[in-house]
């Protein structure tokens, strides 16, 4: 069954934060992750302000979105996005097909 990574993200460096957008990508790839949404606009209709940055990323299974969260690349790049952008990450398991 399929499964989403759903984080919100409020920047505060962007130039710092572009080493950390340079190098998760390549941790999604290695585990299957698909990008359905990536900042574009939005706009937070219940529960408090809008984040700048909203990113869906779909995973074949929720074990591969947890181990692509877990693995090194992503936490290497993760450390990119430390201190310069407050981000809240959700895994979510998807339903299966009607």
């Known amino acids: 069954m399929k499964a989403y990574w759903i984080a919100h993200v409020n920047v505060t460096d962007p130039d710092q934060y572009s080493q950390y957008t340079q190098r998760a990508p390549v941790a ?6 698909r ?15 809008t984040p700048q940055r909203n990113v869906v ?10 181990a692509c ?14 201190g310069v952008a407050r981000a809240q990450i959700i895994i979510v398991e998807g339903v299966a097909p009607v």
């Open 28 to 33: 999604f790839a290695l585990y299957g992750g």
């Open 35 to 49: 990008i359905l949404a990536r900042g574009g606009r939005s706009e937070a209709l219940e529960g408090g302000p």
């Open 57 to 66: 990323i779909e995973f074949d299974s929720y074990e591969k979105a947890l």
């Open 69 to 82: 969260y877990h693995s090194e690349q992503y936490q290497e790049a993760k450390g990119h996005r430390e």
